[in-house]
């Protein structure tokens, strides 16, 4: 079992910055794929970013590739999601998650999840 939490959530004016954390406990997340998704007001989840267990590629929405980057730290158990030049259409509640197949956009493939952390974005 894994359990994963996130932090680094706030406000943030447009234009800003901020790195959200994802630290796992319970097993080692070097096995994983992990990934960032997003649920924003009144929408369905939709999928930000993914990283393979060795950080060897990241995969993007189009939404976000140029302004957002994902990375991890498998001997801190950690991921993180930097997000710049952020704009209020990514104001959303993201959610990081873990999981062991190659499909890396599709949520269903993703065993594990956070409880999520919330991104405010004004204008």
């Known amino acids: 079992q894994v359990q994963l939490v996130e932090s680094g959530g706030g406000l943030v004016q447009a234009g800003g910055s901020l790195r959200l954390s994802c630290t796992a406990s319970g097993r080692a997340l070097g096995s994983y794929k992990m990934g960032w998704f997003r649920q924003p007001p009144g929408k369905e989840r939709e999928f930000v970013a993914a990283i393979t267990w060795n950080g060897g590629n990241t995969y993007y929405a189009d939404s976000v590739k140029g302004r957002f980057t994902i990375s991890r730290d498998n001997a801190r158990n950690t991921v993180y999601l930097q997000m710049n030049s952020l704009n209020p259409e990514d104001t959303a509640v993201y959610y990081c998650?873990?999981?062991?197949?190659?499909?890396?956009?599709?949520?269903?493939?993703?065993?594990?999840w956070g409880q999520g952390t919330q991104v405010t974005v004004s204008s």
């Open positions: 998650a873990a999981g062991s197949s190659t499909n890396y956009g599709a949520a269903l493939s993703y065993r594990y």
